[in-house]
């Protein structure tokens, strides 16, 4: 039993460039979660899903877009990489808000 | 808008002895709150939940207990153990999504 998938594990992208994270679910959840994780600040909030093709904005949005066109996959895309993205990011689903979250393993971001 | 602090960044425990984490939150009373452990590298496991009718959870070697009048909730490890060396994240229901504490490192010393 998978879990929660992240992919890729690392990455390291240059000022301006794209790319996207991949978070994949096994567990037929409803919810899913895209946070961000830096020294000192905690885990944080980007974008949530309540749904398959529905999102929303968490507490940290700007920079990031996301898409959720099947139920098990939602994405994380930068379209234009900023050193102040460098972060660690999580995926997380759950089958309702008062349950608890289930995490991926991660992926460790770093914009030069 | 909801404020969690977990007021220690890190902690130095002796092998064997109970190690006590706290968890402090600023407004109304959440529904329940929850206790993950985080190791190095990986995503935070969910260890234990209680809601905001319960006033003490037991899982094994470990307690949490939720007391509203303080807004407050305690983590216990009893005889703890250097395995249980990790961060430990509190969080609660928050404006419609759990908010997350920043944590705190938990080091067992043999």
């Known amino acids: 039993n998978a879990g929660v998938t992240q992919t890729p594990k690392f990455r390291v992208l240059k000022t301006g460039q794209s790319m996207t994270l991949l978070c994949a679910q096994d567990?037929?959840?409803?919810?899913m979660y895209w946070y961000r994780q830096d020294p000192g600040m905690g885990l944080r909030l980007i974008h949530y899903?309540?749904?398959?093709?529905?999102?929303a904005k968490g507490e940290v949005p700007d920079g990031y877009n996301v898409s959720r066109l099947k139920k098990q996959n939602f994405l994380l895309g930068l379209e234009s990489a900023a050193p102040s993205q460098t972060s660690v990011y999580f995926c997380?689903?759950?089958?309702?808000?008062?349950?608890?979250?289930?995490f991926g393993n991660g992926t460790r971001l770093t914009v030069t | 808008s909801q404020k969690i602090e977990q007021n220690s960044e890190a902690l130095n425990i002796q092998e064997g002895k109970t190690a006590t984490l706290t968890c402090n939150y600023t407004n109304y009373s959440p529904a329940y709150l929850q206790w993950y452990r985080q190791d190095p590298g990986r995503g935070p496991v969910f260890l234990l939940l209680?809601?905001?009718?319960?006033k003490e959870k037991r899982k094994e070697r470990l307690k949490v207990t939720f007391d509203t009048t303080l807004k407050q909730s305690l983590f216990h490890i009893t005889a703890s153990q250097p395995a249980d060396s990790a961060t430990y994240l509190c969080a609660l229901d928050g404006d419609d999504k759990i908010i997350f504490g920043k944590g705190t490192r938990l080091h067992i010393l043999p």
């Open positions: 209680i809601r905001e009718n319960e």
């Open positions: 567990m037929n959840h409803e919810y």
């Open positions: 899903s309540v749904g398959e093709g529905t999102t």
């Open positions: 997380a689903s759950d089958e309702d808000p008062n349950s608890p979250l289930h």
